[in-house]
């Protein structure tokens, strides 16, 4: 079975840096490796070769900007001053997607359960140039969604997942910016459920958490969030208490897994090197969410790539992502059942999105 990563920056990485994900990895390396860029974002760690050969067959692909005061830096063009702008960017990063959809036969937007099983099935022909990739399209943070009633046009435009905050929000609080969620949060979840898009509880606040779960009645997720006991992020919304993984696991959500250092060790700095930690605390967090939720079937792989950090900041024997077959590997030496490790690998978020996109198309 192939794998599914549920969280990528791919669209925000090709519009800030130039990065051309129809290449390999390397050769972006080999491109940026006299720029800034890799002390701005690390570096690469995705490319088509790479998707391919480490059998990465469906993608969580965001539309991702940010808030003008959360600016990364004088590089990031990404970032608004207004829901206008916000709208702008995110309408761009779409038809990014959109472009290579139409471009580049490999990948497909998923949109509905038949684009879902013509990808799984091309992983069935042994010849490397059948396969395809799938871009399932995330929404990270809602501000582009000038009011709730235009998260039908998102949806119309491909987007089947949504999370209200990475930031604060006009729609919740998130990470750094703790918070409520707010009246058109509410309105905005019921759209959501109306259209049945998944909702994705990542960057989201503690308080907005609680009070979406309770409002929400559609198909809930974490595309990239770890246990707090494993690591002790500087925001806690950015990890997930024992608590918060047992309310998702109750309404039978997943969540993914992230392979960055600063996640997986508490004391971890740049300064430790890549080294320092190993794939094994990627399977420690993997197997907090069994031992929590009592069930293999709420864990999953949301990596983050290129998300902020690149190879030097992930785990020794992750290079790029054509490496997370080694969470496999290192799963199976630690004693897991194939079953329970085909479903953190794919199944788990292969049920997720057969029961979102059940009534689509």
């Known amino acids: 079975m192939f794998i599914i990563d549920a969280h990528e920056d791919i669209a925000w990485n090709a519009l800030n840096f130039g990065r051309d994900y129809t290449g390999s990895a390397l050769a972006i390396r080999a491109k940026e490796a006299h720029t800034p860029v890799p002390r701005q974002n690390g570096l690469a760690m995705l490319g088509r070769p790479e998707w391919l050969l480490g059998r990465i ?18 590089w990031d063009t990404q970032s608004y001053r207004d829901a206008a702008e916000a709208h702008g960017f995110a309408q761009a ?71 209200p905050a990475w930031s604060g929000t006009r729609y919740s609080g998130g990470t750094g910016k703790p918070g409520p969620l707010t009246d058109i949060g509410h309105e905005l979840l019921e759209v959501m459920s109306d259209l049945n898009i998944i909702l994705d509880l990542s960057h989201i606040s503690e308080e907005a958490f609680y009070q979406a779960l309770d409002h929400f009645d559609g198909t809930t997720i974490a595309s990239h969030s770890n246990p707090r006991q494993i690591a002790e992020p500087n925001s806690q919304d950015r990890a997930l208490s024992d608590e918060d993984i047992r309310a998702l696991a109750e309404r039978s959500g997943v969540i993914g897994v992230v392979p ?66 080694t969470i496999r590997t290192t799963l199976l030496e630690r004693g897991f059942k194939n079953s329970d490790v ?14 979102a996109l059940a009534n689509n198309g």
Not at 265 to 279: E, N, P
Not at 342 to 355: H, P, S
């Open 57 to 74: 067959g469906i993608v969580f692909a965001t539309i991702f900007v940010s808030p003008w005061d959360k600016r990364m830096g004088s």
């Open 93 to 163: 990063q779409l038809d990014y997607y959109h472009r290579l959809e139409e471009e580049q036969p490999t990948f497909k937007i998923v949109r509905d359960a038949s684009d879902l099983e013509a990808v799984r099935q091309s992983w069935e022909s042994t010849e490397l140039a059948d396969k395809m990739i799938g871009l399932v399209l995330l929404m990270e943070g809602a501000d582009p969604i000038g009011e709730p009633a235009e998260a039908e046009y998102w949806y119309e435009q491909g987007v089947r997942i949504i999370g």
């Open 260 to 325: 960055y250092n600063r996640f997986l060790s508490s004391l971890w700095t740049a300064a430790d090197g890549k080294r320092a930690v190993r794939v094994e605390r990627v399977v420690d967090a993997i197997d907090h969410i069994f031992q929590v939720t009592g069930s293999s079937n709420h864990v999953g792989i949301g990596s983050d790539f290129d998300g902020g950090f690149g190879a030097e900041a992930t785990p020794a024997e992750i290079d790029t992502v054509a490496d997370l077959g």
């Open 342 to 355: 085909e479903g953190v690998m794919c199944g788990n978020w292969m049920r997720i999105l057969r029961q």
